[in-house]
């Protein structure tokens, strides 16, 4: 990858927090303010940043990109409509996730009647042993590459995380008991293709008031049919 290229990803990844003047873009990318001027502007001409009075921020582009790429997923055009159906029933927030790297990604999100007030967003990414569909994916490759998803982390969480992984193989569904966001519980089951591998991963989320260890358990069995149909009506798009 270019200098160039590098350095304008930077100021990129600089502003997805929140817009920056030119000066606080410098500061927080150690660039002169000559380069920055430049890769700013550039990236304001292309449409991938905005320069709304002096201040940088994300621009258009992303989101034109980003539904380009959602519409590229053609799970979630036959998993949408089971979700909402699933979740009009439940009253629950239904999440679903792909595997990005060592992380996992919400890619969909249908909100439930009792609306959880948590920062989640489409495109939010989170390390996937820490969220319940990221655990259902990785528990559902060959036990060979669990290790993958858990570099870095000490040598008695990796432990605990592998037994889980086991546990979570076994019964077919996840749990995340605020492992993600505080005040936030989950129950999570994995999404097959056509061909057999795991494209995704399907949860109800809600308040850990509402969703207690038992209610989640309850809504196991509920996950799990919602995946079940979502996996039918993607075999039924490719017949």
């Known amino acids: 990858m270019s200098t160039t290229l590098e350095k304008a990803l930077q100021l990129v990844e600089l502003v ?31 449409r991938y940043l905005e320069n709304k009075a002096q201040r940088y921020s994300l621009g258009y582009r992303f989101l034109e990109l980003g539904e380009k790429k959602k519409s590229s997923l053609q799970f979630t055009k036959a998993a949408k409509p089971i979700a909402q159906n699933y ?12 595997l990005d790297g060592i992380y996992s990604m919400v890619v969909d999100r249908i909100i439930g009647s009792r609306q959880l007030q948590v920062n989640a967003y489409v495109g939010q990414r989170t390390l996937a042993y820490r969220t319940g569909a ?13 290790l993958f998803f858990l570099n870095g982390i000490g040598r008695k969480e990796r432990t605990r995380q592998l037994v889980e992984f086991a546990e979570i193989k076994e019964r077919g569904y996840a749990l995340d008991l605020e492992e993600s966001a505080s005040g936030v519980a989950c129950v999570a089951t994995a999404i097959y293709g056509p061909s057999g591998q795991v494209v995704a991963g399907v949860s109800f989320n809600g308040a850990i008031t509402d969703l207690t260890r038992e209610r989640l358990v309850e809504l196991a069995p509920t996950i799990r049919a919602c995946a079940k149909e979502i996996e039918k009506a993607m075999a039924a798009s490719v017949a």
Not at 87 to 94: D, F, Q, Y
Not at 134 to 146: C, D, N
């Open 16 to 46: 997805s927090d929140g817009d920056l003047s030119l000066q606080q873009l410098c500061q927080a990318s150690g660039f002169s303010r000559s380069t920055t001027h430049r890769l700013a502007a550039s990236l304001v001409k292309h």
């Open 87 to 98: 979740c009009e029933r439940t009253g629950e927030t239904v999440h679903i996730a792909v």
């Open 134 to 146: 990221g655990k259902a994916m990785i528990a559902s490759q060959p036990e060979r590459e669990w």
